[in-house]
């Protein structure tokens, strides 16, 4: 009798690890997709903004404006998009892929290379 409510508690202290493996798991895949939103979609938002700024066919100023005024959309869109898409990995990978794309289409604009 003993033993087999000693087995029970054992299986139900295992089935209780289990669940939280899963569960920490879970709270590091939502971490990182908080941290790619905020961080990432921040560093594509101001590469985005910076090459339209120099890119777009108006004044300077009005240019910028403009800029800055879609700035808060195209973060908004990435911060949806981040928890959209079921896999990390893409995310991740287009993300601060095109963000690198920006940077360098800007680079070359600007002689900076």
Not at 27 to 36: A, D, K, P, T, Y
Not at 42 to 47: A, E, K, L, N, Q
Not at 55 to 65: N, T
């Amino acid at each position: 009798m003993r033993a087999a409510s000693f087995n029970a508690l054992l299986t139900k202290l295992s089935s209780f690890s289990l669940l939280n493996k899963r569960l920490s798991r879970y709270q590091l895949l939502v971490f990182l997709r908080f941290f790619i939103a905020i961080v990432g979609g921040y560093v594509f938002t101001s590469t985005l903004i910076a090459l339209l700024s120099v890119v777009l066919p108006m004044a300077k100023q009005d240019a910028v404006l403009l800029c800055v005024s879609l700035s808060i959309l195209i973060y908004a869109v990435v911060f949806i998009y981040a928890f959209w898409v079921k896999s990390l990995t893409t995310v991740w990978i287009s993300i601060l892929l095109s963000s690198g794309v920006f940077l360098a289409i800007l680079a070359v604009l600007k002689n900076w290379l």
